[in-house]
């Protein structure tokens, strides 16, 4: 089939890498939001999905907004049969949706109709999931509502990060999503309809919802932690500045006790208390500083007695 890739960050490269190695599929166009500023000099620079199309060769897309009749001649013009997105960034209006003979198919990284949203496997590690998964399905206008064609499903370790979770599923995905279309062009996959129980959402999580509070149980911290770990990434307040926080590891019950936010530095490792045990303390990112173990950090704050996290 002639193919229209629609996708942005990192997480999109296997599946297009994957499009592209097809002997039954051509990619003749791919469709990223347009560059945006980087690093410290704030260059604008290609997102991963375009960068890897320009390496491709496969002309390459990026709108402002995906909208308008001339935007929709431009997708008309390639004679689509079908348009796979995966983490594109952008809602697609009915007219645009229209255009692919076989539609748009998604590839979203949860098992539907568990966390609809732009944070699944955020969502999912910090409710505690043990099964998340990827999912294909047909684009319709409502947030990740279209029915399904096919899952992978994925365990969540005890201390994995989003981002670790991710990656796994980003290669999984891209399986299903090849063999989705597959099965498309061959006419032996049918979309189901979502089931009308099981429905929870998973919005962008912000810097703001990514602040640890230290008074909440230490298997919440935990969770939280690990599910914005390494973005938008995990932070409390030291001192009055930000301290990034890398994922912790809770202590036993009755092993130590401390009020919550309270900081106690041994010589190997440095501890906070919660609401519930301890947390041992992994990476950290002072204010101006590199991400470093905590011991090492602490050695050179030089942390009274006494003193606590916010």
Not at 174 to 201: E, K, N
Not at 249 to 257: A, K, S, V
């Amino acid at each position: 089939m002639r193919l229209l890739f629609a996708g942005t960050p990192e997480p999109a490269v296997p599946a297009l890498r994957a499009l592209l190695a097809s002997s039954r599929h051509e990619v003749v166009a791919v469709l990223t939001r347009p560059d945006a500023p980087s690093g410290r000099g704030r260059r604008l620079t290609r997102s991963p999905v375009g960068a890897l199309a320009d390496e491709a060769g496969v002309p390459v897309l990026t709108p402002a907004r995906p909208t308008g009749a001339e935007f929709v001649e431009t997708l008309r013009g390639l004679e689509l049969d079908c348009a796979p997105v995966v983490a594109y960034g952008a809602l697609l209006p009915r007219p645009v949706l229209d255009v692919p003979r076989h539609g748009w198919v998604n590839l979203h990284f949860s098992l539907l109709p568990a966390w609809r949203g732009a944070a699944p496997v955020q969502a999912a590690i910090r409710h505690g999931d043990d099964i998340t998964g990827a999912t294909t399905f047909r684009l319709e206008e409502g947030m990740d509502t279209g029915p399904t064609y096919g899952v992978v499903t994925e365990p969540v370790g005890a201390t994995d990060t989003a981002g670790e979770v991710l990656a796994r599923l980003a290669e999984s995905g891209a399986t299903l999503l090849t063999a989705t279309l597959d099965g498309i062009a061959d006419g032996t996959v049918d979309a189901v309809p979502q089931p009308a129980d099981g429905v929870s959402h998973a919005p962008k999580v912000t810097p703001a919802g990514a602040r640890v509070d230290p008074a909440s149980p230490a298997a919440a911290i935990d969770r939280l932690v690990r599910s914005v770990t390494p973005e938008p990434g995990a932070w409390c307040e030291f001192r009055g500045d930000r301290l990034g926080l890398g994922p912790v590891r809770p202590l036993r019950t009755g092993e130590i006790e401390l009020a919550p936010g309270e900081l106690r530095v041994e010589r190997r490792r440095v501890l906070a208390g919660t609401a519930t045990v301890p947390v041992e303390l992994g990476a950290v990112t002072a204010k101006g500083k590199r991400q470093m173990p905590a011991a090492d950090w602490a050695r050179g704050a030089r942390i009274d007695a006494g003193e606590h996290l916010t």
